[in-house]
């Protein structure tokens, strides 16, 4: 059982302003498996990694790779000592071309220059490892933040020997490519490669792990074998409180008038949404289902205003639009949590307290300025209500963990008073604590009498939360289901059947 | 006592420290080593000597650079203000005798602001590059201005012109009160409005901001239209101050200047967070530097590469990653 320690960290501290991000947390790999690291957001899993591949400096502690004591101090440095890692945002260069992405700074040369006809074929052969078949030659950008996530482990992939860490790489991949990822995680783990593995999904980690280590506050609750190791208990540890499965499936009352907040008569835009026609009365949440690439975020994009809506109505309240842009949208009373946080919910810079107030303020217009006592009065409001951790709301939003920055995009729309509200993947990334927060939100601003269109990947979430479902396949309304009539294997099936051809989600650009 | 280190490490952390140590350390290398440099003398209730010199070369490079700090913190760039200021000059002095004084300021004021209008156009709404869209009036500017100046050096002798860029106010020349006036104005805007706010968004997640109902491109507009405004302020600055509007040496560089005086001040070239005091403050460290290298008699074809010294090494303060490599090694050579 040591014999086989590949990884030891012992005894790690780090503290960053106001914060205790991890005391003395001891963590051990083993060659040969996959082990799961949980914890709520903010736990400090992400700092941990950190701090083991040199991106921040530990306080205290020591780390051993293979017996020897090693101390990275870059994530470059970390690299070479054959520990390679695709941190929780993607770093990538998003106009450079896929196979550059891959090889980027360890270009093949020839004669000293590139030799970009081996860059592009060992690219392809990498890729192939992973069952991806991508035009390596084009921008990365033209392809989905999957593909995108997928190119970042392959590169992590190719250049790690020993250990691979993955922080949180599934969020943005569909079930067939958590298969696919899975895939060559096992085959790296029978060659005696150790991997870390940090995910928010409990079923992925029955699936993939062989140990689980558990950090909460920054401490370590404890080491555990998966086998040995119950769903329960283990949502029980990550969040220091008994939890049972049953509490997850709370079955909704209806809580909505007959008065329509929003509806849409064949709203329509060429190559990316086909007719859809749906409402939302006030105080009913309504479910958008389908794979990625369905046509549900594009149809959120287009209420909107983002895109543009090339036929179709849009009714809000009483009034009906030809057009639409997110300011006049905002003005009308809809709220939009974007699908992802990172590129179109936060502004890293700024503070907690300007990322709250920002879309209150552009609904006010420039010149009608809140006062900063106005908003400092905003800003502990929501922080409060949403259990939004951070010691100060001056803290930049970019040091919050993933789960605290979804509150303050939900704050930040809550704080326009909308009275439709359309979230995207809105527990996306974020810990099974936050995910029951969120989702009891969602309900109790439903009865409140706010209207909710809700996107989510989690079928078992939006089952939860809506009270009907609009099933979308290939850009097109195939049905809609309600009541008890909302379950998994119905939504599925709707999702399957429709059209007939079983078609696969199509990987070539976007 | 934490809380005093507390303080102390917080104010390590505001930008502003840097301009004014460097500031500092000008100021002191001339108590030093430029006898008289502080001396100031009163002459027909005005004030004379070194440092009001500085005040009031000063003030046309502050315009700009206010200017340009908005336009920065966007992530764009201006490189056209010194050909606008060019423009302006020659549009003011031209229209002197003809029009009341009055006309010709407004109407070199508008001129100004039509250019920053062009500028923002290219870049906000035909999404061409900062840099590339600026160069074209950079480049067309100064043939602009060589058209209305029917290619001659135009001058002037009306007192009430000379005033803005010559005068005395209050015993302090009247062009500082002048960027004073754009600096208060301009501070206005971004804590009293919510121009900070959209436009530190907009700087730092375009897309962010635009979810959020903040529309970029009117931001981008404005802040180049007020880039345009500030260009021309500085061109009344300078016209009348020599009385005259040279069409070709008018605000020649003066956009490196600048650029360097925002830099300085701690607005990154990244966009995001800018800084409107550490600008003002980085525009004085310039004209001092170039003010002290002039005193100390260095041959003029050196004195461009001693200001380029000074400000590499400004600049590495600037740099937060340098910093953070100088004091890690510092560290280590206490802890070794
Ligand atoms: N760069 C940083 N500056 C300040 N605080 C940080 C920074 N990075 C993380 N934190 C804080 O440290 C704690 C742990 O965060 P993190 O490691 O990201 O958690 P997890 O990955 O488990 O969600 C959080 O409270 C977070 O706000
Ligand atoms: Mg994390």
């Known amino acids: 059982m040591n014999g086989n320690v590949l990884l030891k960290m012992d005894d790690v501290s780090k503290t960053f302003p106001g914060v205790k991000a991890l005391s003395g947390v001891n963590f051990t790999l083993r060659k040969g498996e996959v082990h799961a690291l949980m914890g709520e957001n903010g736990a400090g899993k992400s700092t941990l990694i950190k701090v083991l591949t040199g991106v921040h400096a530990m306080d205290k502690g020591v780390v051993k790779l293979n017996g020897r004591l090693i101390t990275a101090k870059s994530p470059q440095e970390a690299q070479m000592l054959g520990i390679s890692t695709v941190y929780q945002e993607i770093n990538l260069c998003p106009n450079l071309s896929v196979a550059e992405n891959l090889y980027i700074g360890r270009v093949p040369k020839r004669r000293g220059s590139i030799d970009w006809k081996r860059m592009n074929e060992d690219s392809e052969r990498l890729l192939k490892r992973l069952n991806l ?359 599925m099936k709707m999702i399957a059947e429709g059209g007939g051809s079983h078609e696969q989600y199509s990987q070539t650009g976007s | 006592m934490s809380s005093i280190r507390k303080r102390a490490a917080s104010i390590m952390h505001t930008k502003i420290i840097w301009p004014i140590t460097a500031l500092a350390a000008i100021l002191l290398f001339n108590l030093f080593f430029v006898p008289g440099f502080f001396n100031i003398e009163i002459k027909n209730g005005h004030l004379f000597g070194s440092l009001i010199d500085i005040l009031n070369r000063a003030a046309p490079i502050m315009v700009i650079a206010i200017g340009m700090t908005l336009v920065i913190a966007k992530e764009g760039i201006d490189i056209s203000v010194g050909s606008v200021l060019a423009i302006a000059g020659a549009v003011a002095i031209s229209l002197l005798g003809v029009v009341p004084l009055w006309l010709a300021i407004v109407a070199a004021l508008i001129v100004g602001v039509l250019c920053g209008l062009w500028n923002g156009l290219l870049i906000a709404y035909l999404g061409i590059q900062p840099m590339v869209g600026t160069l074209i009036l950079m480049t067309v500017g100064r043939g602009i201005a060589q058209l209305i100046t029917e290619g001659k050096v135009l001058t002037t002798d009306d007192k009430a012109f000379g005033f803005i860029g010559k005068g005395f106010f209050l015993g302090l020349p009247f062009s500082i009160f002048i960027a004073a006036f754009v600096f208060l104005f301009v501070l206005y805007l971004k804590k009293r409005t919510a121009l900070g706010l959209f436009l530190e968004a907009t700087g730092t997640n375009k897309i962010s901001s635009e979810y959020a109902g903040v529309e970029p491109r009117k931001i981008y507009l404005f802040v180049y239209i007020v880039c345009g405004l500030c260009a021309a302020i500085a061109g009344l600055l300078v016209s009348s101050n020599i009385s005259s509007a040279d069409a070709n040496n008018a605000g020649l560089w003066i956009e490196l200047d600048a650029i360097l005086a925002v830099v300085i001040g701690g607005t990154s070239m990244r966009g995001g967070r800018f800084f409107l005091a550490g600008t003002v403050i980085g525009a004085l460290f310039i004209q001092s530097l170039t003010t002290t290298i002039y005193s100390m008699g260095v041959p003029p074809e050196r004195i461009m590469v001693v200001k380029a010294i000074v400000v590499i090494v400004v600049s590495l303060m600037q740099s937060d990653r340098f910093r953070r490599v100088f004091q890690q090694k510092n560290k280590q050579a206490v802890a070794g």
């Not at chain 1, 250990?163 to 005696?192: A, C, H, W, Y």
């Not at chain 1, 280590?213 to 401490?219: K, S």
């Not at chain 1, 499965?245 to 008038?257: G, L, V, W």
């Not at chain 1, 396949?473 to 119905?490: K, L, P």
């Open chain 1, 133 to 491: 078949n991508l035009d390596v030659k084009q921008p990365l950008s033209d392809f989905s933040v999957a593909i995108q996530q997928m190119v970042a482990i392959a590169r992590a992939v190719d250049m790690s020997s020993g250990v691979l860490i993955l922080d949180e790489p599934t969020s943005s991949l569909d079930n067939q490519e958590v298969q696919q990822l899975f895939d060559v995680m096992r085959k790296l783990r029978d060659e005696g490669m150790g991997i870390v593995f940090v995910t928010h999904f409990l079923d992925q980690v029955y699936d993939i792990t062989d140990r689980i280590t558990i950090l909460r506050n920054g401490a370590l609750v404890g080491e555990y074998e998966t086998s040995k190791l119950s769903k329960s208990s283990l949502v029980s540890n990550m969040i220091g409180r008994e939890w049972r499965e049953e509490d997850e499936h709370r079955k909704k009352e209806q809580s909505y008038t007959s008065e329509v907040t929003m509806s849409t008569q064949a709203l329509t835009r060429a190559g990316s949404v086909k007719p859809v026609s749906l409402s939302v009365k006030k105080g009913e949440v309504v479910g958008l289902a389908g794979l990625l690439g369905s046509g549900r975020s594009e149809f959120a994009n287009l209420i909107f205003g983002i895109d543009q809506s090339d036929s179709g109505i849009l009714t809000l309240g009483s009034e009906t639009f030809q057009s639409m842009n997110p300011k006049k949208a905002i003005r009308k009373g809809v709220g939009f949590c974007p699908e992802d946080r990172k590129v179109a919910g936060i502004v890293g810079e700024l503070t907690i307290r300007e990322n709250i107030v920002l879309a209150l303020q552009a609904k006010k217009g420039i010149f009608n300025y809140i006062p900063l006592k106005k908003q400092q009065e905003i800003a502990r409001k929501f922080i409060e209500l949403l259990r939004i951790k951070t010691p100060s709301m001056e803290q930049r939003i970019d040091n919050l963990s993933g789960g605290n920055q979804q509150k303050v995009i939900l704050a930040r729309w809550l704080a326009t008073e909308p009275s439709l509200l359309i979230l995207d993947e809105p527990t996306r990334g974020i810990d099974v604590g936050s995910k029951g927060e969120i989702r009891k939100l969602i309900l109790d601003l439903a009865k409140s009498g706010l209207s909710i269109l809700i996107i989510s990947s989690e079928l078992q979430e939006m089952i939860e939360c809506a009270d009907r479902i609009v099933v979308l396949r290939d850009r097109m309304q195939v049905g809609e289901i309600s009541g008890d009539h909302m379950t998994e294997t119905n939504i």
